[in-house]
């Protein structure tokens, strides 16, 4: 087995060692990560400049780009095979309800799902690692990654996992469920006098929805979420059928 193992956080961070370490009797892990903190970048994909790769040590890369480059490098020109598994985390925080849009810990499975490679994306709920917890949630990662290599994913389908911090009290097959950022935006002063902005400065909270990724979490759950790409809103499609959007063009 071939599983490549990525992240968000940076090639050094210990999320993506715990889980790269636990996965090693399964097969030949690599490791492809960006270089530095790479967080919130969501799917982006390098296209302006050129993209380094630094083998740190065998089947460790560092990448001066996003996950999703990290995923694309991996698969098209650092591995001379297709990856069995790709998997992406440990994730120093939890990737829940519309955080998925942000994650490059999410989007980088959502590329492999992309390449129709079997994915994980895996995110612990904490702001610090504690040893333990870490430990534990890559024995997690470890076991999911045992089954999706035995089972294989349905088509278009990667799996979004989220771990809570302190006693786990089961897993539970969850949707993606909705969060409320409130007011994130920290502004102060530089020593210059100008202001600066900083993003997600404030407390962030979720909509109580049972069955939800977020409401599992709360509940002291480990979150298994299925996702796929497409993102047309079906509902609305048929609501907007009313629109007759032939009346918006110009007569000829
Ligand atoms: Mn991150």
Not at 45 to 64: G, I, Y
Not at 79 to 92: E, R, Y
Request: with cysteine; aromatic share 4%; glycine share 10%.
């Amino acid at each position: 087995m071939l599983i490549l193992v990525t992240n968000d956080d940076g090639v050094r961070s210990p999320g993506i060692r715990a889980l790269a370490e636990a996965l090693h009797d399964l097969g030949r892990v690599v490791v492809i990560a960006p270089d530095r903190n790479r967080s919130a970048v969501g799917h982006a994909l390098t296209l302006e400049h050129p993209l380094r790769a630094e083998e740190l040590k065998t089947d460790v890369f560092a990448v001066d780009g996003t996950p999703t480059d990290c995923v694309n490098l991996g698969v098209h020109g650092l591995i001379q095979a297709t990856p069995d598994l790709v998997v992406s985390g440990i994730n120093l925080g939890s990737n829940v309800g519309d955080d998925i849009t942000y994650s490059g810990t999410v989007c980088a499975a959502m590329e492999a799902s992309l390449m129709g490679l079997p994915a994980i994306a895996v995110s612990l709920d904490t702001r610090q690692f504690k040893t333990e917890e870490l430990l534990g949630a890559a024995r997690f990662s470890r076991k999911l990654a045992m089954k999706v290599l035995q089972s294989g994913l349905p088509t278009d389908t990667f799996l979004n996992v989220n771990i809570p911090s302190g006693v786990c009290r089961g897993v539970r097959l969850t949707r993606q469920g909705k969060r409320k950022y409130g007011e994130a935006i920290v502004c102060k002063q530089d020593p210059r006098g100008r202001n600066y902005f900083w993003i997600g400065g404030g407390d962030v909270g979720y909509e109580d929805i049972p069955g939800s990724d977020c409401n599992a979490l709360q509940d002291g759950l480990i979150s298994v979420t299925p996702l796929h790409t497409n993102l047309t809103n079906d509902l609305s499609r048929q609501e907007l059928t009313g629109w007759s959007l032939d009346s918006l063009m110009e007569k000829s």
